[in-house]
């Protein structure tokens, strides 16, 4: 059964740094997207952007490009999101999501990692 | 781009059908057929329902069955469960491997 496992939450100060990780798990890594979305407290979701494993390349949503890096490891089969310097409006759970090369849907989806950025 | 827009409820009692639609433009929902529909319990990640406007993977219910006429999906649910009750949320392909949710809707069964 393929997985999606999320690194742990996160407490972290407005201005440091931060990257969240999501391991797959199952068959062929470079065969497909992994997508990053967050979901604010209490909030809808939002799609952050997308990274296609087999070659590297991110695509961001307008309204997070600069905001965010979002990148893969092939040698141990995982995606990235990160952060060089959080704000307080990055609190949120975020959710990784997979997509076939060629599909445009996302399944499955991992458990998600709460971040919260406070002083 | 702009979330596509959702009811922000909508309910119904044990046994009937829900329709929930889902608004966006022909740079998105109107211009492809990859219209997604995701189911979330609270405190849950999100759960695929429907795929390429009408499609269920294995293992979804049949209750659930997805439509779209020019820019507005729908989903609808038949025969509606106490299980039922969750969040709801479409999901469109845009251009060059850009995706946009809608809105949400919470589903309550009365």
């Known amino acids: 059964e393929v997985q999606l496992v999320q690194s742990g939450a996160e407490v972290k100060k407005p201005g440091e740094s931060l990257k969240i990780s999501c391991k797959s798990s199952g068959d062929s890594f470079s065969n497909y997207w992994f997508g990053w979305v967050r979901q604010m407290p209490g909030k809808g979701l939002e799609w952050m952007g997308i990274?296609?494993?087999?070659?590297?390349?991110?695509v961001y949503s307008p309204s997070f490009q600069g905001q965010v890096t979002i990148s893969v490891d092939k040698s141990i089969t995982s995606a990235y999101v990160q952060w060089s310097s959080l704000k307080a409006s990055d609190t949120a759970m975020y959710y990784c999501a997979r997509a076939k090369h060629g599909d445009t849907w996302f399944d499955p989806w991992g458990q998600g990692t709460l971040v919260t950025v406070s002083s | 781009q702009s979330a596509l827009t959702q009811p922000a409820s909508v309910s119904g009692s044990p046994g009937q059908s829900i329709t929930i639609s889902c608004i966006g433009t022909s740079s998105d929902v109107g211009g492809y057929n990859s219209v997604s529909w995701y189911q979330q319990h609270p405190g849950k990640a999100p759960k695929l329902l429907i795929h390429?406007?009408?499609n269920r993977p294995s293992g979804v219910s049949n209750r659930f069955s997805g439509s779209k006429s020019g820019n507005t999906a729908s989903l609808t649910i038949s025969g509606l469960q106490a299980d039922d009750e969750a969040d709801y949320y479409c999901n469109s392909y845009v251009t060059g491997n850009i995706y946009v949710f809608g809105t949400g809707t919470k589903v309550t069964v009365l």
């Open positions: 990274v296609y494993a087999g070659d590297s390349t991110p």
């Open positions: 390429d406007v009408s």
